[in-house]
Every structure is written in structure tokens, then in C-alpha cells.
């Protein structure tokens, strides 16, 4: 299984940006999706997942500016960012957590980052 991140790139404060990140490969299933961020100093952290439309996460930071969605059909998960601030700037990884055909375990497979920037 692999992910295609992409989406990232500069932009203004208050402005917005949407990532996709696909997930390609044969023989499996997609439980949860989301995307990570890390800032240059900070740690890791959660910014949203989705398991189905009505089941969805977000850090406090984000909520009300970001929705994140998926298209089964595409195996993508989607994150649509407004209102960015500079604080957003991060690089942002997509995840997956994936189970193959006639297995129970689930294994999270990662995308490369994508580095979004926003000026202030």
C-alpha cells in the first residue's frame, strides 16, 4: 500500500489550500484516514481522521477552518484548510490505517509530507 500526498504549497493568511492523499496498492481495506502535521520545533500531532462522514476528529486549533472528508470509491482522503494562519505552517502527513485481505491486524501506512506555508 502506498500514499500520495499532495496538495501543499504558500499561501496568505486567511487564505486556503486543499490536500489529497491517495492510497494505492490491491488487497485491502481502509479503516481510518487523516493527516498529521509537524511544525520545525514541535512534535507531531493529530490534526484530523476520518473513519465515515459522521465520524469524524479534530485538534481544537483546527476546528471550524478544516473539513476533512474521503472518497472511498478513490481511496483519497481529503483535508480542506481556510482561514490559514501562520501557525498552520507545518508539514502535514497523511496515514491509513489499512487491513489486508484475511487478516484482522491493521497496519497504518504513511505519506510523504507536504509542507504547507502560510505568510503573514
Known amino acids: 500500500v502506498q500514499l500520495q500526498a499532495s496538495g501543499g504549497g504558500l499561501v496568505q493568511a486567511g487564505g486556503s489550500l486543499r490536500l489529497s492523499c491517495a492510497a494505492s496498492g490491491s488487497g485491502f481495506s481502509i479503516n481510518t484516514m487523516g493527516w498529521y502535521r509537524q511544525a520545525p520545533g514541535k512534535q507531531r500531532e493529530l490534526v484530523a481522521r476520518i473513519i465515515s462522514t459522521t465520524n469524524t476528529a479534530y485538534v481544537d486549533s483546527v476546528k471550524g477552518r478544516f473539513t476533512i472528508s474521503r472518497d472511498n470509491a478513490k481511496n483519497t482522503v481529503y483535508l480542506q484548510m481556510n482561514s490559514l494562519k501562520p501557525e498552520d505552517t507545518a508539514v502535514y502527513f497523511c496515514?491509513?490505517?489499512?487491513?489486508?485481505?484475511?487478516?484482522?491486524?491493521?497496519?497504518?501506512?504513511w505519506g510523504q509530507g507536504t509542507l504547507v506555508t502560510v505568510s503573514s
Open positions: 496515514y491509513a490505517g489499512v487491513t489486508k485481505v484475511g487478516s484482522y491486524a491493521v497496519t497504518v501506512y
